[in-house]
């Protein structure tokens, strides 16, 4: 008979006990997996956002800046436009220039003012300027004349600050000079600011001033005639907002159009057409002229020689009434 076999069946081999340490083992790498995933996990959740090129987003970024762009705005009802008769008058020129006083609007127009190209640019950047430019000192002489009113070739009328001059027909430039503030002074340091609202024709030379009595008196007595002088463009701290003007007879086919109390010297005045912008011709006058009544009545643009922009909406077409803006140009 034979023998019982030896060998050891399946079973036994399937139901053979585990080795107590390579359970302690086991058990620590599936720890250590379950750590290193919760670890990943919370890096991904903490990581900073990030657009689908990679780039981190820009979006609060663009919010902290989006008020440096804002422009201030102010708004009122203005009343209908008046209509004038189309054939402008015969203005007359020179320093006897004076129009009909004017009379102040009731109403505060609509005007916002908005930032463009050079706006705010530094005070010895100045792209428009002419003749009188920023940060240049001028050599000269003043003298004095009877100022009278006030008013005088710029057109502004009657003024109560008798604190004004002439300027040289060079420097004057067809009216740029006009509602330039400029200190004046002379060798001892003594100094006045007058504002120009009038234009000295020959024998007026250029870098030469002719000072109101009332100025001249500041710097030495009217009995000196002629004193040696440097003067310089101003950008005063104080100032009104600006105002326009609409001169007598303006309709819409035929206007003239005039900025007042300007903080800066003005370069450009234009006026909003169906395909952009259009800049009207000034004259010595001190009047920006649309002579087919483009943009008469609509919105202006006003630049000064800094290349700063004041858009204004809502200037009714009312000759001679002065309607204040609400915006002026920034200081230099």
């Known amino acids: 008979m034979a023998s019982p076999s030896h060998r050891r069946s399946r079973r036994s081999r399937r139901t053979r006990r585990p080795v107590p340490g390579l359970a302690v083992a086991a058990v620590a790498a599936v720890a250590a997996v379950a750590a290193v995933t919760l670890l990943v996990a919370l890096v991904v959740a903490f990581r900073p956002d990030r657009g689908t090129d990679g780039t981190r987003d820009a979006a609060a970024g663009t919010v902290a800046g989006a008020g440096v762009t804002a422009s201030p705005t102010a708004s009122t009802t203005v009343p209908a436009p008046s209509t004038a008769s189309p054939t402008p008058p015969s203005p007359s020129a020179g320093r006897s220039t004076s129009p009909a006083t004017p009379t102040a609007a009731p109403a505060t127009a609509s005007a916002r003012s908005t930032a463009a190209g050079a706006a705010r640019t530094p005070s010895a950047a100045a792209p428009l300027a002419g003749r009188i430019r920023p940060g240049v000192t001028r050599q000269g002489v003043a003298t004095s004349y009877d100022a009278g009113d006030g008013d005088g070739a710029c057109s502004y009328g009657p003024a109560d600050d008798l604190m004004v001059a002439a300027m040289n027909t060079a420097d004057y430039e067809t009216s740029k000079a006009c509602g330039a503030h400029v200190l004046v002074r002379t060798a001892d340091g003594t100094s006045v600011t007058v504002r120009i609202v ?113 858009t204004i909406d809502g200037i009714a077409l009312r000759p001679e009434a002065v309607q204040p803006t609400g915006v002026q140009f920034a200081r230099h």
Do not use: M
Not at 215 to 244: H, K, M, N, Y
Not at 258 to 266: E, F, V
């Open 198 to 310: 009038n234009e000295c024709p020959a024998p007026c030379e250029s870098g030469q001033l002719d000072l109101s009595t009332q100025a001249f008196a500041e710097l030495a007595p009217l009995s000196a005639g002629r004193v040696a002088i440097t003067w310089s463009l101003l950008s005063p701290a104080g100032s009104d907002p600006v105002s326009i003007r609409y001169k007598t007879g303006s309709s819409r086919y035929w206007c003239g159009i005039q900025a007042l109390g300007h903080r800066n010297p003005l370069a450009r005045l234009e006026v909003r057409t169906g395909s952009g912008w259009t800049a009207l011709t000034r004259t010595e006058y001190n009047y920006f002229l649309s002579e087919q009544g483009t943009g008469c009545g609509g919105a202006l643009r006003l630049t000064d020689i800094y290349g700063e922009r004041l």
